[in-house]
Antibody
Framework: EVQLVESGGGLVQPGRSLRLSCAAS????????MHWIRQAPGKGLEWVSG????????GYADSVKGRFTISRDNAKNSLYLQMNTLRPEDTALYYC???????????????????WGQGIPVTVSS | DIQMTQFPSSLSASVGDRVIITCRAS??????LNWYQQKPGQAPKLLIY???SLQSGVPSRFSGSGSGTDFTLTISSLQPEDFATYYC?????????FGGGTKVDIK
């Protein structure tokens, strides 16, 4: 059974940092790209960042580019999101999400988000 | 970025009704369109991928169609467990983008 368990969220002041982690199990982690997707309270889904299976290709939403860094440790079956210079508009539930493909990057290819964690809340407020 | 527009944004329906949700892309995305269901307090769940392929374990009353810019998600006979919010997502080009969601509630 695929399991994605997020941790590291919480309440943080604007301008501070937070690091999210996602522990993956039930599948061969280094066979798949991974993503972070967030959902602000009462709002829709927003893709935040993605990473290919071997970390060769990374991508970010414009809203977090230059502030957030995605990484993974395939030996530990773990995905991370380092969030710096946090803003109130970063307040959301952050989901760790498995990709159906090993690839992340440019071009057109078939993929979808087939497994989601339960999400971890991040609140940015003074 | 490709913009995804869903309509309606909400609808009320009864058990047994046929429900159709529409999603429109701002650019041609061929069949690179996925549908997700989200129930309150839960993570989204994949229903349909590549516009019309049913994810394993998803009931056959769910179906998807469309290509190019216009897509539909159809629930042939609405069941009590189908009351939820539905999102479309394009996977034609990065960044992936989602529609604003369609909330299906009980009439």
């Amino acid at each position: 059974e695929v399991q994605l368990v997020e941790s590291g969220g919480g309440l943080v002041q604007p301008g501070r940092s937070l690091r999210l982690s996602c522990a993956a199990s039930g599948f061969t982690f280094d066979d798949y790209a991974m993503h972070w997707i967030r959902q602000a309270p009462g709002k829709g889904l927003e893709w935040v960042s993605g990473i290919s299976w071997n970390s060769d290709s990374l991508g970010y939403a414009d809203s977090v580019k230059g502030r957030f860094t995605i990484s993974r440790d395939n030996a530990k079956n773990s995905l991370y999101l380092q969030m710096n210079t946090l803003r109130p508009e970063d307040t959301a539930l952050y989901y760790c999400v498995k990709d159906s493909s090993d690839y992340y990057g440019s071009g057109t290819y078939e993929y979808y988000f087939d497994y989601w964690g339960q999400g971890i809340p991040v609140t940015v407020s003074s | 970025d490709i913009q995804m527009t869903q309509f309606p944004s909400s609808l009320s329906a009864s058990v047994g009704d046929r429900v159709i949700i529409t999603c429109r892309a701002s650019h041609i995305i061929r069949s690179h369109l996925n549908w997700y269901q989200q129930k309150p307090g839960q993570a989204p769940k994949l229903l349909i991928y590549a516009a019309s392929s049913l994810q394993s374990g998803v009931p056959s009353r769910f179906s998807g169609s469309g290509s190019g810019t216009d897509f539909t998600l159809t629930i042939s006979s609405l069941q009590p467990e189908d009351f939820a919010t539905y999102y479309c997502q394009q996977s034609y080009s990065n960044p992936p983008t989602f529609g604003g969601g369609t909330k299906v509630d009980i009439k």
